[in-house]
């Protein structure tokens, strides 16, 4: 089944950066209560982290070995941070291994002039 396009309506797994819906993130968390597990992702059976450094700890950790979904990820934090720099090389990274949503933000940066010169052209 399809992911929504809706962003919102999804969410990354940090440690293994497997994007899942959040239906079937309600329903496993639904079976691991029922059989009184711990909660562990769904993809790779990591159990999941508990505080918010953890989870940097984890995303930091997949873009040290080049995955382009956790770069992604942490250009839209730098993004939202207002860090347009760093969110420029993040999404510029995540561009060169074939994440099209980096593509896609690389375009809002240039266009608008954040981190980089303004460029219409790109």
């Not at 959040?22 to 505080?51: V, Y």
Request: a neutral charge.
């Amino acid at each position: 089944i399809p992911l929504s396009l809706d962003e919102s309506k999804s969410a990354m797994m940090v440690c293994c950066s497997k994007v899942i819906c959040d239906g079937c993130s309600h329903a496993n968390k639904i079976r691991e209560m029922e059989e009184r597990r711990h909660p562990k992702c769904p993809f790779c059976r990591e159990q999941l982290p508990t505080t918010k450094e953890e989870s940097d700890k984890r995303r930091m950790k997949r873009i040290e070995v080049n995955d382009p979904v956790a770069m992604y990820e942490e250009g839209v934090m730098q993004r939202q941070k207002g860090d347009y720099s760093s969110a420029f090389e993040y999404y510029t990274k995540a561009a060169g291994l074939g994440d099209t949503e980096a593509h896609y933000w690389l375009s809002h940066l240039y266009s608008d002039g954040l981190g980089v010169e303004k460029d219409r052209g790109k």
